[in-house]
């Protein structure tokens, strides 16, 4: 009878306080349980595009097909990519054996030159000696001038000969320079004409597929979607206040709303750092500063990847985009989050 006569006196206290108490409880597990709707899958999607220009010549995949790594998905016409890698071959043969022409004929104007340094030299010994005797009359001076003469014309042809021994060692290595760079196209030509048949770089699913044979392909220009299944992901967009607690590598339940009697497990593998919430002006380049409820300020949400553990794609097919919820256990203690409450307050 007391006890019912204390609760009728003190009812609205009582209820008062169990209110504040469940409230504080619920807010200590949420620090310790992070719990959001604002979740959706994720998994690695690239546009697929052709490496180089052209008609695409055959299709092999459909869409929303399923495709294992190393799959042909299209081919670009091969034909001009052939012949480019055919004409560099022939271009590059031709200078190869202009470059082997050269080295003999380089060889030739070597040894001209040491013919001609050869007939210089004698014809110097010749000059002295004739120079040397003339002042002695043993040697009449027209037979003197005239071998100075041929020491002149013989030094004119080694200047000659070194001149177009120059001139071939110039063009050889300009055939030479040239090779090289044949080589380099005709490899270039085969990577391009490698690239013309477009395979499929891991398992995946073919999505946003509607080209058909004969279109053009721009290089890099995408033309359909690839998911790759290989491995998911969720993003969860945690609010600030509940994000305290949260590492990488904790525990996370997550429920898909595709399979809404299935629990699924993962872990936090990644916690992003930032969100852009600062602007500026394209006019004058000043900070804009948006105007907020003054109210209610709502909490930031920063992205949290998790990966998802132990998950078969095949019994659970997932799509990218789809909604989910989840719950991560921090694994914080009550005890701690008491204490600082109390010495915040």
């Known amino acids: 009878m007391k006890l019912k006569r204390f609760y009728a006196r003190n009812k609205i206290i009582i209820i008062f306080i169990t209110v504040i108490i ?25 546009p697929v595009s052709s490496f180089v220009p052209g008609i695409i010549s055959k299709i092999y995949v459909t869409n929303k097909q399923r495709v294992e790594k190393g799959d042909k998905l299209f081919d670009i ?8 890698v ?12 202009k470059v082997k022409a050269l080295s003999s004929k380089l060889r030739i104007a070597k040894l001209n030159v040491k013919q001609e340094t050869a007939k210089l030299e004698n014809a110097e010994y010749l000059a002295k000696q004739a120079i040397f005797l ?18 002149d014309v013989a030094e004119t042809q080694l200047e000659i000969s070194q001149t177009e021994f120059k001139a071939k060692q110039q063009e050889l290595n300009y055939y030479k320079s040239r090779v090289s760079s044949l080589k380099a196209m005709l490899e270039e030509a085969k990577v391009n004409l490698s690239f013309t048949t477009v395979y499929a770089k891991s398992d995946g699913i073919i999505s946003n597929m509607y080209i058909t044979e004969g279109i053009f392909a721009d290089q890099g220009k995408p033309l359909f979607s690839f998911i790759n299944d290989e491995k998911w992901w969720i993003q969860a967009n945690i609010k600030e206040t509940e994000l305290t607690n949260v590492k990488k590598g904790q ?7 595709l399979y809404p009697n ?4 993962g872990v936090v593998s990644n916690i992003g750092w930032n969100v ?42 997932l799509h990218a985009g789809s909604t989910a919820t989840v719950v991560i256990d921090t694994k914080s203690l009550f005890w701690k989050h008491i204490f600082w409450k109390i010495n915040w307050w």
Do not use: C, M
Request: proline fraction near 6%; charge should be positive; aromatic fraction near 16%.
């Open 22 to 46: 469940l409230f504080f409880l619920y807010y200590l597990y949420l620090h310790r349980h992070p719990r959001t709707q604002n979740a959706f899958v994720i998994a690695n999607i690239r």
């Open 86 to 97: 055919d004409k560099i071959q022939g271009e590059l043969e031709a200078a190869e054996y």
């Open 134 to 151: 003339s002042k002695d009359h043993a040697v009449a001076e027209k037979s003197a001038e005239k071998l100075d003469r041929a020491r």
């Open 77 to 84: 016409y091969k034909k001009p990519y052939e012949l480019k």
């Open 251 to 257: 525990r996370v339940w997550v429920k898909l709303w």
């Open 262 to 265: 299935k629990v699924f497990e």
């Open 276 to 317: 852009n919430r600062q602007k500026t002006s394209r006019l004058n380049f000043l900070p804009e500063v948006e105007k907020e409820n003054e109210w209610f300020l709502l909490p930031q949400r920063f992205p949290v990847q998790i990966e998802l553990v132990n998950f078969n794609p095949s019994k659970y097919p």
